[in-house]
């Protein structure tokens, strides 16, 4: 089950799966892939509005998965608030906000997982980047305590070959896949049908939560 094909928001209650995403393209080929047990809306994650307007369609959640997010990245010494603020802005609040406005539909046993990355932990420049996601991880940490019994998890990846790098000139995909590949174990870049396996494994995981789950072959110990 691709993330690709899930869109870009994904809750289930195990009988139903709800996914949400800005195109209307993306959400009818992922309801294509899902068949009829899933259902569609359209939802912009940084919009608090079409987040509550989202989540009252979508009632007893025993699950969320918010993988939604779209920004640019660069060097501190830019000095640019499109690579910070906003970015921050697209990520991190993105999925603040969106579990806040899925709370009073999420069962007391329901299971999130928020999307960070494994910049969090280790050098790659672009630190407003590295901050959001060291700020998601610990915001699954901190949210597992308020919320409990629900479970609050987060997933960090490494670099995936997803449709953010697809849609990329080759030749930017493929310096950035090779760097990847001499700064990681395994040596290859992720792909999105075993990271969606991670997502559902925090899901149906009953003891896990507070945690972040690094799948990123090995990035995090070098
Ligand atoms: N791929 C990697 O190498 C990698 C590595 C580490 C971490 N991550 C993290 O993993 C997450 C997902 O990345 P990905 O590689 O799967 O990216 P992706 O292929 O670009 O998918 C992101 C999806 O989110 C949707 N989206 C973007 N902004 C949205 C918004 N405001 N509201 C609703 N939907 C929105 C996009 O669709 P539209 O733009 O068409 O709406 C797209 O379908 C991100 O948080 C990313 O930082 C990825």
Known sequence: MALQALDSLWLSDWSRVAIGGRSAEKRATALQSLGERASAYAVDITDRASLAAFFAQTTSLAGLFTPAASYTTGAFQEGSLETSEALFQ????????????????????AAVVLMSGAASSCRLGAPAYAAC????????????????????????????????WQQRPAQVREAAYQQWCKLNVLQRPATVEVQADAALFLIDNTDMTGNTLYYDGGYTLR
């Open 90 to 109: 697209a990520k991190f609040w993105g999925q603040y906000w969106a579990v806040y406005a899925a709370l009073p539909s999420l069962f007391p046993d």
């Open 133 to 164: 996601n060291a700020a998601l991880e610990g915001l699954a940490r901190v949210l597992a305590v308020e919320l409990a019994p629900r479970r609050i998890n987060c997933l960090s990846p490494g670099t995936t070959d997803s449709t953010l």
